[in-house]
């Protein structure tokens, strides 16, 4: 296979890569793919050092274009003749110079064979790790293959059934009708009673088949069970030791709920037929009914399969631990410690749920568990823990419910060309909801909570997606919480259709030209200004200091919030107001068409930044630390910075997932922003805060964190809910309507203004 041939039948990743290869002009992609055959042939390591041989590769190429100029005139294809004359045409430069043309083509055919190489290098990394686990898949395929078999057989069985009780039917009508015919002579009687016996024997032969198969079924179930427990779930168990004391071994459950879950749907049915047997023979029966003499027993088989693997899957999901213990495994017996179970056979199987509480009840002696998955088990000499409330189970199943028709809506968009779990673990994903910084604001929580549930289904984390939509209930409120979820559920329906191709990364807007960065980069001071200002903390008391010097010129800009008393008339007069204040004075914004001239200073305390057409602000520019009065547990009061380490790097992973899913990317890259924002890390906080203006503009990120810290009512007491629910729905309009925020941003200097 020719190299050229090779490359075309790589993944995107690397086509991308070949397609930026040959977007420089030293040698059209066209003639490459149109001449490759002849190219590779070529001895253009040679022809760049000989130059006569360099002239007769120069000629030959020449007329293979030549050639090719033919071919396209006789297809009457006109845009291919135009390109390869022109490609001949520039061509012509090399006339004087064929070396240079030479090394020009050698070094796109060694810069393919890198491609190649890496692609090859990968493709032998994958194929490493999977012999690694080629044993482990091949025992779960023919595990995979055992499961598929045993519910085909169910199938199977099912139809048999059906096909039984048409069968019954059939001879119960004849046998009645018969019944209600008289004056028959006996040649006439032997007719009949042979064609019923004949019938008779039909049902019964049926019968004891069906009930053969029945036996069948719970054998091959059986032996199910006994490899999944003896087997599966022990090799689990030793993982599960392992991970304990820092093995990097999988101990995830997903698989053994689905394979236990299928052959304790399997017992159910099995039960169900029996009880069909029972229907039918209630109907008709006779002398010597097989139904009557083996359905006791395998009553009783099926339910004894059922009740052990209802026990052998009742596992410790998260091994013991103790609020102060040293770890995992290391407990006190005289204290209270908890356990975190999880049901593995009944974890899809809601419509049966019902029937096994009185059994899992029996079975669990200690403790409480909850059949509608995974449940926290506290074991401690008071006994068992209450139940959950009424209203906490509605609010779990509504989550559940939640995520199911998120997962139903999303299933199949994004998740064949994402591999999220390769990247990221689900408790990395859950984590990254708030940030694992008990300092950082209300706000990102809900902008990146929102961003992180559609992005946990598509990995595939369904308990952690419940676990975070139930948080979001607390945050929002239940009602909130599910329409802002479908809402950002259809913006990325709506990205996804409109993209074409694997949409670039937010971070690709750096390495854009200076003309394609410039709209996003419009008024991000005025961004960065109401982001900080989102970034205090406002369940502790909070005190700056710091030193201001300089101004920056916002046009198009209007600062809102508390004015300063007896601060207003010219410009410089309002400067030097604000400048005596130091940094509790924001800065100063102009009155606008109505008051030309007129400035007012403003406090920063509650203040933001709006657009205005026709209005400017000038932005105090001050390094400031806050320090935090935070109350501790005994009543004394210790004072702490906000600052912290700017590389997380469980956040960085999560953000490399999060950059190349359309429409959620902006609303976490916001909600890290915030958060950056808050530990001081302000050139982090800038970086991800221009990467959501590229997709909404800092006009609507100004109105939304605007919004959300002044009118929306968010620091002014209206409640925080309130305001919080008015930015996030604010973004999302915006991000539908790309075009509503239309505020004239062509005008837009910043500078530092001095006053003598």
Known sequence: MSQWDRLMLLSAGYIQQLQELYDRDGLPMDVRHYLSAWIEKQDWERAAQDHEHAVVLFQVLLENLDIQHSRFVQEESFLQQHNIRRYKQNFQIFQDEPCSLARTILWFLDKEKEILNRADLDEQVKQLHVEQEAMETSCQHELERKMAGLRNYVQCLEHEISCLEEQQDEFDFKFQTYKMEAGLDEASMKKRNQILQSLVNKLNECRKNTLANLTKLLSRAEDLIHLLVNKELVDWQRRQQKACIGAPDNVCLDQLEMWFTCVAVCLFQVREFLNKLEELVGKVSYENDPVKAQRPNLQRRADSLFKDLLQSSLVVETQPSMPQGKGPLVLRTNTQFSVKTSHSALAIVPEWRNKTRNLFAVMVSVGTASLYGTSLLILDESGPESPLSQEEEDRVRSARLMT??????????????LHIKENVSCEELLSASTVDDSLSSRFPQELLGLSLVPVLLVAGCQKEAQTLVLTLYNLLGKADTEELLMEVEALMERKMSRSTSTPAPASSAAAA??????????????????????????????????????????????????????????????????????????????????????????????????????SECWIQLCSTQEEVLIVTASGQRTRRSPHRNCINENEERVYNVMEWIPGVSTLY????????????CTATAKERALLSAVDLGTDALMVATGGTAGVAGYALGAGVKTGVKAGVRYLLNSMKKEDEVLVNQLSTKEGTFTIQ
Request: proline residues 5%.
């Open 404 to 417: 199911s028709v998120l997962r139903a809506k999303l299933q199949g968009r994004i998740l064949d060309h």
């Open 513 to 614: 030209p200076p003309s394609e960065r410039e709209e996003p980069g419009r008024h991000i001071d005025a961004v960065m200004f109401n982001i900080q200002q989102l970034a205090l903390m406002r369940d502790s008391t909070s005190s700056q200091v710091g030193q201001c010097g300089g101004w920056t010129q916002v046009n198009g800009t209007m600062l809102v919030g508390h004015a300063v008393k007896g601060a207003s008339g010219g410009l410089e007069d309002a400067v030097s107001s604000c400048e005596r204040l130091g940094v509790l004075c924001a800065g100063v914004t102009s009155g606008g068409p109505l008051m030309p001239g007129l400035y007012q200073a403003v406090l920063k305390k509650d203040s933001s930044i709006f657009p205005s057409v026709e």
């Open 669 to 680: 890259n916001l909600g890290t922003a915030v958060y950056y924002a808050s530990v001081n």
